[in-house]
């Protein structure tokens, strides 16, 4: 399963040791954005990578460049219309911040600026009450009385224009390097006291830390794992597809998201909370849905994780109320390219001392957040925490199907199993190493996924997501 976007050609450089004066921890565009903006203002600065840069969530995006999500901004101007307002310029200032980079650096990265179109077949109320908010708020939108859509059938759609898509490898190997990179060394631990981060034989110190791991991967303090799920989503790509003039996001459950690359169209879709698989086969609906404006193949398929947080805002600021110099990027939600880039401007802004207005509006230790989402999030973690690891299996190993993983008695234990198309068992222990929740089998991704925190592993038990920091052991 390999995503549609280029290979980083990204050279890592960086040696592991001594003392550092800013560390970026995480090689995703979040990281990599907040590195270069920070050393472009004389900073130095270091990235440290648990993998490869760029190999994990930044790969596996759809790359919309866009301020729209789902039904955010009416329930958002309900409680305050000028944090609606500023979380909307807060993206839309990023996707010119993209544009200006890409041509004062003259990076070919496909980046096209486009109409997105919102559209919905069952919510028709609500998305009127999105369009007037936005349009008081100041976004240039259009409503569709009769909206035909060329990739979905659709009750009511608006267009946001000023949108954007691009490739974000090809943008990330072309940005300048101002910055040091260490690939290969993943961060176990971190002294938030004497800012020392620790992999699992060695440590280094720092002036200033940025956890930029996609899911923070420090527990305490912070306590991110109560305040955000993750969600996982799926995309697949056609090629010999027609110019479908702009990107889609259905506003219904499936989520829904169409966008052209080239001559290829790109589909994405079907999130559920990792952990939570829908009972079907998510890519080969996918390929069927592209088939609407595509002739040709399924040539690519992928997932990703996303980080939710309850009230829709990512976190951006101080890690702790305590730590003044150890700072976190997560909770970008299903689009999170623009809020990377935003995140990195504010960022950069925080630790350069420089006003930035959105400041309030993402900080991590805001009011307001415990929602019913938040007691949801709660439950569900006390389950699989809880209750699901004095639950037996029902099953024993040599009852599973080829491609099927089960929680099942293994040797006599209870454990995590899966048989690949050979017929070998990869037997792992069936509790997450991030905090100890009941794992679940994704059969569309062929993972271990925690549905508590996100944690996501290969059949092998090797980490594919953070936060965990250690990978499942095998028995």
Known sequence: MKSYWAEPQ?????????????????????????AFKLAESGKKVTVIEADRVLGGVTANT????????????????KKCFEKA??????????????????????????FVKVDSYFYTSTEKDKLIDEFNTLKDIGAEVEFDENPHLPVDVAAAAFKLKNQAIFDPVKFLNALPKNFEIIENTRITDIDFKRKILYTKEDKISADKIIIATNFPIINFPGWYFLRMYKSHSYAVALDKAQDIKGTYLNADESGLTFRNHKEDVIVG?????????????????????????????CTHRWSAN???????LPY?????????????ITGFGK???????????????????????????????????????????????????????????FRCARSLKSGEGKIVFYKGVKSAVYKDEEGKLHALS????HLGCQLKFNPDAKTWDCPCHGSRFDIDGNIITAPTVKNQERR
């Not at 990204?10 to 907040?34: M, N």
């Not at 759809?62 to 101007?77: G, K, L, N, R």
């Open 10 to 34: 990204i050279k890592a450089e960086g040696i592991f040791s001594g003392e550092k004066d800013i560390v970026v921890v995480g090689g995703g565009i979040a990281g990599l954005i907040t």
């Open 62 to 77: 759809t790359a919309h460049i866009d301020c729209m999500e789902s039904f955010i901004y009416a329930d958002m101007a």
């Open 85 to 110: 307002k500023d979380f909307f310029f807060f993206q839309q200032e990023a996707i010119q911040e993209y544009e200006k980079l890409i041509k004062q650096y003259n990076i070919d990265c496909d």
């Open 269 to 297: 879709g079907y999130d559920h909370r990792s952990g939570r698989p829908y009972k079907c086969r998510s890519f080969n609906r996918l390929c069927e849905i592209g088939k609407r404006v595509a002739d040709g193949h």
């Open 306 to 312: 996303d980080c939710i947080t309850f009230d829709d």
């Open 316 to 328: 951006v600021g101080y890690y702790s109320k305590c730590s003044k110099d150890v700072f976190v």
């Open 335 to 393: 689009l999170g390219m623009a809020k990377a880039m935003a995140s990195a401007m504010l960022i950069s802004d925080l630790i350069n001392d420089v006003p930035n207005k959105y400041k309030k509006i993402c900080n991590p230790h805001r009011r307001g957040q415990c929602t019913w989402g938040f007691f949801k999030n709660l439950l569900c973690t006390i389950k699989n925490l809880l209750i699901m690891p004095f639950v037996p299996p």
């Open 430 to 433: 069936p509790y997450c190493a």
